[in-house]
C-alpha cells in the first residue's frame, strides 16, 4: 500500500478527529520506526507515551503471543490469572491496596472520580461532591474528565458538561484555599502536567496540598495516566514526592502498547466500590494483563537510574546548544519538556522534526514534549539528538 492510498483511506472512511502529521508508520524496532517505503525515524514520543518497552521487544512479544494462544478474553464475571497476578505486582510496588482495570486513561479517570464521590457520599451524605482539580491540567475526553480538565479551550461544544469540579492555580495553595468548601470531597492532580506543557509541581506544594486534604478528609488522587509505569524514573512519579495518595491512576505505559489503563486505591478507599457500582467489559483483560506482566519485568532488567540517566543526558545536551529559540527544559525522568520560543510555532518545529525522521511532540503553547521508550538505547538517542538539534540550531 501506498501512503497516498493509505491516506484516502483514512480520509474517505475515518472521522477526522485528529490532526495527523504527514507521515505513515508501518512497523518498529526497539526505538526505530520504519515508515511504508523504509523511511527511519527515531521514536522520542512512543506513541504518546505508550510504547514504553519500544517496538518488538523479545519479552513482549512473546508473553502476548502466549497469552493470546491460551485465552483472550473471558469477562470479569470470572477469575483468570493475568489481572490477579497484575493487581498484586502494582498493589506491592506502590503501597497500595486494590486495583480496578480498564482501558484508557480518561476511562480511569471517571473510574476514580465515581470512587472519591462514593467514599464521601458513604462517610458524610449528599452534598459533598466536588472534585478540585488545577489549571493547566488535562484528565481526559470524556464528558466528566473534560469537565475536569483545567483548560478553558476544552470546555466548547459537548454542553452540557458534568457538574462539580472547581479549579485552583497549579502550585498555589492559596488558590487551592480559596475553593475551599463544604461541598469539596477530593482534589485531582498530575504532578507533572504532560498535555498542559510538562509543568512539573514543587514538591513543597504537593507536600502542603497532602496535608490539606488529610485535615479536611479530601481524599488525594492523583492522576499518573502519563507520568506512571516508570516514566519519570520510579514505577510511580508519587514516590518521588514523598506522599501516598488515596487513590491514583494508570495507563498509557502498562501494557506495552496493548489498552490498558486501572485504578489503585489505598487502604481505606479500597472496598469503597464494591459489586455493581463499577464495572467495564474488557477491564483486565487477559491479554492486555499478560503484556503488563512483561512491562514490569522488562522495566526491572534495567532499573530506574537508567531511566533518570537517560533524561539527564537528553535535558544536558539540549541546554549545551543555547540554541536562542529554546528557553529551558523541564521534566522528570524521561518525560522531558524543552520551551521554545520565535518565529516558528511548537508544531512547526515537530514538523520540521518529523520531516527529517525525529517523531516528538508538543504541549502547552510553547514546548516541544518528548517521551521516548524507556528501553531507548544511547544510539538511539544520539540520532535523535543530531536531528533536534539541526531543527533548533537551524543547522
Not at 482501558?103 to 462517610?123: H, T, V
Not at 498509557?252 to 478507599?269: Q, T, Y
Not at 494483563?289 to 512483561?294: F, Q
Not at 518545529?349 to 521516548?372: E, Y
Request: some cysteine; proline content about 3%; overall charge negative.
Amino acid at each position: 500500500m501506498t501512503f497516498e492510498y493509505l491516506k484516502a483511506l483514512d480520509h474517505s472512511y475515518t472521522m477526522q478527529t485528529y490532526g495527523r502529521f504527514d507521515v505513515a508508520i508501518d512497523h518498529g524496532t526497539g526505538a526505530t520506526l520504519y515508515g511504508l517505503e523504509g523511511e527511519e525515524y527515531i521514536d522520542f514520543a512512543s506513541g504518546i507515551g505508550v510504547n514504553s518497552v519500544g517496538y518488538a521487544h523479545p519479552k513482549w512479544v512473546k508473553a502476548v503471543a502466549d497469552q493470546a494462544g491460551k485465552l483472550a478474553h473471558i469477562s470479569n464475571l470470572y477469575y483468570s490469572q493475568p489481572y490477579a497476578r497484575l493487581a498484586e505486582e502494582l498493589c506491592t510496588r506502590s503501597g497500595m491496596a486494590s486495583a480496578f482495570f480498564a482501558n484508557s486513561g480518561a476511562e480511569a479517570n471517571e473510574g476514580m472520580i465515581k470512587l472519591a464521590r462514593k467514599y464521601s457520599f458513604d462517610k458524610y451524605g449528599e452534598g459533598r461532591a466536588v472534585v478540585l482539580t488545577l489549571k493547566q491540567s488535562f484528565h481526559g475526553r470524556t464528558i466528566t474528565t473534560l469537565a475536569a480538565t483545567g483548560q478553558e479551550v476544552f470546555h466548547q461544544y459537548f454542553f452540557p458538561f458534568t457538574e462539580g469540579f472547581r479549579y485552583a492555580e497549579a502550585g498555589n495553595m492559596d488558590s487551592v484555599r480559596q475553593q475551599d468548601g463544604e461541598d469539596v470531597c477530593a482534589v485531582m492532580l498530575e504532578l507533572i502536567q504532560g498535555e498542559g506543557g510538562v509543568n512539573p509541581m514543587t514538591a513543597d506544594f504537593v507536600s502542603q496540598l497532602a496535608d490539606y486534604c488529610r485535615e479536611h478528609d479530601w481524599l488525594l488522587l492523583v492522576d499518573e495516566v502519563q507520568t506512571g509505569i516508570g516514566r519519570t524514573g520510579s514505577l510511580f512519579c508519587f514516590q518521588q514526592y514523598g506522599i501516598q495518595p488515596d487513590a491514583l491512576t494508570f495507563a498509557k505505559g502498562i501494557a506495552g502498547g496493548m489498552p490498558m489503563s486501572g485504578v489503585l486505591a489505598s487502604a481505606k478507599c479500597a472496598h469503597v466500590l464494591g459489586p455493581g457500582t463499577h464495572a467495564t467489559t474488557f477491564g483486565g483483560n487477559p491479554i492486555s494483563a499478560a503484556a503488563a506482566l512483561a512491562v514490569l519485568e522488562i522495566l526491572d532488567e534495567m532499573g530506574p537510574e537508567e531511566i533518570k540517566a537517560k533524561g539527564e543526558y537528553i535535558r544536558k545536551t539540549v541546554e549545551s546548544w543555547k540554541a536562542p529559540c529554546v528557553t529551558g527544559t523541564r521534566g522528570m525522568g524521561l518525560m522531558i519538556g524543552i520551551g521554545v520560543q520565535g518565529e516558528k510555532s511548537h508544531r512547526e518545529l515537530a514538523a520540521q522534526c518529523i520531516s527529517k525522521g525525529l517523531l516528538v511532540l508538543t504541549a502547552g503553547k510553547d514546548t516541544i514534549r518528548m517521551l521516548p521508550p524507556l528501553t531507548i538505547s544511547y544510539q538511539e538517542i544520539d540520532k535523535g539528538l543530531a536531528i533536534l538539534k539541526q531543527v533548533l540550531c537551524g543547522e
